[in-house]
Nanobody, 124 residues
Framework: HVQLVESGGGSVQTGGSLRLSCAAS????????MGWFRQAPGKEREAVAA??????KYADSVKGRFTISKDADENTLYLQMNSLRPEDTAMYYC????????????????????WGQGTQVTVS
């Protein structure tokens, strides 16, 4: 059983910053292979960033503004979001990959096996 719990969302003004956290627990997920996704109302879920060990990938829309990272024990995933824009408004989800046979570092929804409940980010 894998549990992912996001926190840190909220309402900010344009240009502001937020730091999202994702606490991961359980077994049989690949600790070094996690990602952040977001979904705005009426839109499909889209990738924001992914981490594969020491490597990171970002959606073009957030490059240079967002940073994905994890703590040393790889139990907590972070997303530092700077220079926020109204178009960043969405529910943000943490995702993880299964330990056996999973795809690490992907930016597709289908690359991930476990999902959190999400945390809302609103930029006005």
């Amino acid at each position: 059983h894998v549990q992912l719990v996001e926190s840190g969302g909220g309402s900010v003004q344009t240009g502001g910053s937020l730091r999202l956290s994702c606490a991961a627990s359980g077994h049989f997920y690949a600790k070094g292979c996690m990602g952040w996704f977001r979904q705005a109302p009426g839109k499909e879920r889209e990738a924001v960033a992914a981490i594969d060990g020491d490597n990171t990938k970002y959606a073009d829309s957030v490059k240079g503004r967002f940073t994905i990272s994890k703590d040393a024990d790889e139990n907590t995933l972070y997303l530092q979001m700077n220079s926020l824009r109204p178009e960043d408004t969405a529910m943000y989800y943490c995702a993880a990959v299964r330990f056996f046979g999973g795809i690490c570092g992907g930016l597709r929804v289908i690359d991930y096996d476990y999902w959190g409940q999400g945390t809302q980010v609103t930029v006005s």
